[in-house]
């Protein structure tokens, strides 16, 4: 006899009715109710209350706090599930504990990301859509999650920081305050009178529209260079408006100093080869010599 025969014998003489019984059609409708009505529905309350704590909190915590409402209804959806299909949960904890602890100890990092990210969200350094710069890295947060933050740089590239990174090391928020202030080094030659070069340099501050009239610029002469009068020349704006100020301001500064003829001065260097080559003659030509 043929084994398709027999098999067909087999089928034939089971009695499905008996084994599809009112408890198993319950069962099978709750699990079918939990993962296809339950997993939707805890996305949308999940998206709820994100929304809901963005009214009231910072988008980082609201966005934390709707990760860890997911997560947990997750782990509970999964538990009914488990304990529908006949599965001891007290056995399940006890494998999953056991497993938790082997698994701390193989991704300490990963907790450490997620550990230090509670703390940020304590902390509250920085939030989504501020500038900030950690490490050699520039740009603006668009995504924090529990591992890490995302940055996107200025020239429009993906970085992502762990957050253990963040916490340990130094994190400097560039738009954390309304206003900032732009300092820029120069120099000018020795000859050059002091009191008017800061006076020119308040002028400039004065007229151009991207600098704050209050606080007031920064003006200081701060040392005798190796070849010029170095300044501090810092000026206040509004934190949208640095590229506006930088580019505006430095041509200013420039065409400024052109005008009143103000040099600025730049190194310079001789180069001497050895005693095969001679030296560069030096002439010093006074004034009314070369007048005439």
Known sequence: MSGSIIMGILFSSIDLGALITEEHLARLFRLLFLVLVG????????????????????????????????????????????????FKLTAVLGAAGIAGVAIGFASQTSLSNIISGIFLVWEKPFGVGDAIKVGEHVGAVFSIDLMSVKLRTFD???????????????????????????????????KEDIGKVMEILHEIADRNPHCLDEPEPVIIFQEFGNSSLDFLFGVWFAKADLLLLRNSIMREIKERFDAEGIEIPFPHRTLYAGAATAPFPVKIVDDETAGK
């Not at 939707?40 to 966005?63: C, D, I, M, Q």
């Not at 957050?163 to 954390?176: A, F, H, P, S, Y």
């Open 39 to 86: 997993l939707p529905l805890l996305y949308v309350v999940t998206r709820l209350a994100t929304r809901f704590a963005g009214k009231r909190l910072s988008v980082h915590s609201s966005f934390l706090i709707g990760k860890g409402l997911f997560y947990f209804g997750v782990v509970m959806i999964a538990l009914m599930v488990l304990s529908d299909l006949g």
């Open 156 to 190: 429009n590239r993906f970085v992502r920081i762990p957050n253990e990174q963040i916490v340990k090391g130094q994190m400097i928020n560039i738009t954390r305050f309304p206003i900032r202030r732009l300092d820029i080094q120069l120099g000018v030659a020795y």
